[in-house]
């Protein structure tokens, strides 16, 4: 895998919040490396709270990925 220093900008999102067009180019990048139905792929990414979206300088969407945390109690 070749690497590059191109700088990305990531955003965390929360799902329930994006635009249509950001769908758009989830589903875009998505058919690129998953053989799967848009509606089922979008289906099971609306689970998720957020998605972390990372975008290249010129704003291409070059990867993505969906967050959940859980709770956690740390005990001295």
Known sequence: ??????RVDIRIL???ALT???WD???ELTQIYVETDRSYYEAKLRVFPE???FRNRSGALV???ATALSP????P
Request: proline share 4%; glycine share 8%.
């Open 72 to 75: 956690l109690s740390v005990r």
């Open 20 to 22: 249509a067009k950001e």
């Open 14 to 16: 929360p799902v329930a």
């Open 63 to 65: 990867g993505m990925a």
């Open 51 to 53: 998605v972390a979206l």
């Open 25 to 27: 180019g989830i589903w």
């Open 1 to 6: 895998m070749a690497r590059t220093q191109e």
